[in-house]
């Protein structure tokens, strides 16, 4: 048997469903202030992360340049002798310069790139130093691994950038005795910073990228494929290697 609705009834009805309808209304006016809340804080995080990378890019600029007098050097042994006699900074600073530096500057002069060439390392050189020795991955144990890298400090940014120019085509050759303890060639590059070296690094394991390499501490680099060889530069450490490739596709002509 059907329950008979009265009015009474009918108007409790109506009224519990109004008291729903207000919660509901409630309820939906908080969410609408919690998405809202949410909306603001997201954007303000997305600042954050932008003025965060620009103070990072900032600090990394300033970094590089600060190391803009310097060079890193590859395969060049000091022996522990020299270092006993001259002290370590400065048994790093002769052998670079008389090994390396010297004959460079020389062939750079001959060339008419300089007047003179510094006399001795110490009017050329302000500081040398040694890194950690690193083995690197895969080397063979029984193998030499060659000698750890060094880093010297120009008086002069001239004097440092006429090295880098004339390198590829004067750099010296290791000796017999070098050679059979693991420095099968000599190598300069650029003191980059942690962040670039390790930009620069991808960048060259990439198949997208055909050349790269590093000027007065700016990464550039050539697109695989690119007949016109056109060179990109890249403008912030801190973007990804698919933010790096498809602005350098757009900005392609």
Not at 5 to 33: H, P, R, Y
Not at 127 to 150: E, M
Not at 172 to 195: H, N, R, W
Request: aromatic share 6%; proline share 4%.
């Amino acid at each position: 048997m059907a329950e008979e609705i009265t009015l009474e009834k009918l108007f409790l009805l109506v009224k519990d469903n109004q008291e729903i309808l207000k919660k509901l209304q409630a309820k939906s006016e908080q969410v609408d202030l919690l998405i809202s809340k949410v909306n603001t804080l997201e954007t303000k995080v997305e600042q954050l992360q932008k003025e965060t990378k620009e103070l990072l890019g900032n600090v990394n600029d300033r970094e590089q340049y600060a190391r803009s007098w310097s060079i890193r050097i590859n395969g060049l042994s000091v022996s522990k002798e020299d270092e006993e006699k001259f002290g370590k900074d400065r048994a790093v600073m002769k052998k670079a310069y008389d090994k390396i530096l010297k004959p460079i500057l020389v062939a750079a002069k001959e060339e008419g790139a300089l007047e003179t060439v510094p006399a001795s390392y110490y009017n050329l050189l302000e500081n040398g130093h040694k890194l950690p020795f690193i083995k690197r991955p895969g080397a063979s144990p029984s193998k030499p691994s060659g000698p750890p890298a060094i880093i010297v400090r120009f008086s002069s940014r001239f004097m440092r950038n006429t090295v880098l120019r004339h390198k590829k085509k004067h750099m010296p050759i290791p000796s017999i005795a070098e050679v059979a303890g693991g420095s099968s060639k000599y190598s300069i590059y650029e003191d980059l910073t942690k962040a670039n070296f390790n930009l620069l690094r991808s960048l060259i394991g990439d198949t997208r990228f055909s050349k790269c390499w590093s000027v007065d501490g700016k990464i550039r680099f050539i697109l695989d494929g690119d007949l016109s060889n056109r060179i990109h530069v890249v403008h912030s450490v801190h973007q990804s290697l698919d933010e790096i490739f498809n602005s350098s596709k757009i900005t392609k002509k």
